[in-house]
């Protein structure tokens, strides 16, 4: 199975480098044509990690909100291309929320969002879940990406780093309030962005 996704990942990478030309840089340059927010919040994770618990949790509470939020599981449907439909959910959203976990920088796509969302200079939310953030550090073998995507990664996690986040500890925290808390944050740093549209 896992040889399968690296292999997937292998193919795919076209769709996110042609030609050494990132994804971003096929976007008009002009800063007014800004992709048409689609969604409003990102819910960039470690589905092994946080599926069952604080994303789904998050993405329902912030429904209940009548927000837009997307996470893959509940936005992608069978069909949908991989890369294509994420890449396009992270340009397209006006926040982002990145919950960091203990295996989440095993994971390629993890890493790839990340990075997508650090480029294209989203607002972002980091939840240290289980994690400190000392702890982040690529932990992908260099045999399934180059050394210029694992700088790429380590660039995004030092700026994940450097962002104030929340944390979480599932030996003594209580769940339902950190969710809560961080619905709340992106509630203001939504309302943040809308007020600085309307003053541009």
């Not at 509470?61 to 996470?71: K, M």
């Not at 959203?93 to 294209?120: G, Q, R, W």
């Amino acid at each position: 199975m896992i040889s399968r996704v690296f292999d997937f990942m292998k193919k795919s990478k076209s769709s996110i480098q042609l030609n050494n030309t990132s994804f971003l840089d096929l976007l008009p340059s002009s800063s007014s044509t800004k992709p048409k927010a689609l969604h409003d919040v990102f819910i960039n994770h470690r589905g092994s990690d946080t599926k069952r618990n604080i994303a789904t949790l998050l993405y329902d509470n912030l429904n209940a909100r009548n927000l837009r939020p997307f996470l893959d599981s509940k936005n992608m449907k069978p069909g949908d291309k991989l890369f294509d439909h994420i890449n396009r959910a992270i340009l397209t959203s006006k926040v982002a929320v990145t919950v960091f976990s203990p295996n989440y920088c095993d994971s390629y796509f993890c890493l790839h969002e990340l990075a997508l969302i650090m480029e294209s200079k989203k607002r972002i939310i980091p939840i240290f879940f289980d994690i400190n953030p000392s702890q982040l550090d690529v932990m992908i073998e260099k045999v399934t990406c180059s050394d210029n995507e694992i700088q790429r990664f380590r660039w995004a996690l030092q700026e994940a780093k450097d962002t104030v986040g929340l944390t979480f500890d599932s030996c003594k925290g209580n769940l339902s309030e950190v969710v809560t808390i961080a619905s709340d944050v992106i509630v203001e740093r939504l309302v943040e962005l809308e007020a600085n549209d309307e003053d541009v």
